[in-house]
């Protein structure tokens, strides 16, 4: 069985899919963007902003779900620069502390012209 996770403090779907999954003892979560969900903006400029608004976004989903970033187990990251990785990981490292599996690629384009996106699978069992 599965269950949707919505949460009015992470952006809303912007296509036809949904914030995140509970399937099982996992939740899958779509990858987010740094999008402040109180307008809808892209407020910051850099790399480091927008990856700091990604992962606020992250733990809303993962708080609505009642998980942490404790509990994940699985990451995808997409850069729109690799010049970025460093920087990123600056950011990253502070919220993903258990250090879980991880790929990071840089892709030519991402939705609005962000810099970054970040989509988790988080293990929800005990």
């Known amino acids: 069985m599965f269950r949707k996770i919505t949460t009015d403090k992470a952006p809303a779907a912007i296509g036809p899919y949904s914030q995140a999954i509970i399937a ?41 779900a009642g998980s ?23 950011i990253y490292e502070k919220y993903f502390t258990e250090k879980p599996a991880r790929s990071c690629v840089a892709v030519k384009e991402l939705p609005k012209g962000v810099l970054c ?8 069992g005990d």
């Open 24 to 64: 099982g003892d996992f939740l899958f979560a779509s990858g987010q963007i740094p999008i402040n969900p109180a307008n809808g903006n892209v407020e910051a400029e850099g790399i480091e902003g927008q990856a700091e608004q990604v992962m606020k976004n992250i733990g809303a989903i993962l708080a609505e």
């Open 68 to 90: 942490s970033y404790a509990k994940v187990v699985k990451t995808g990251c997409f850069l729109a620069d690799m010049g970025d990785f460093a920087a990123f990981n600056g």
């Open 117 to 124: 996106e970040v989509e988790i699978i988080a293990y929800l």
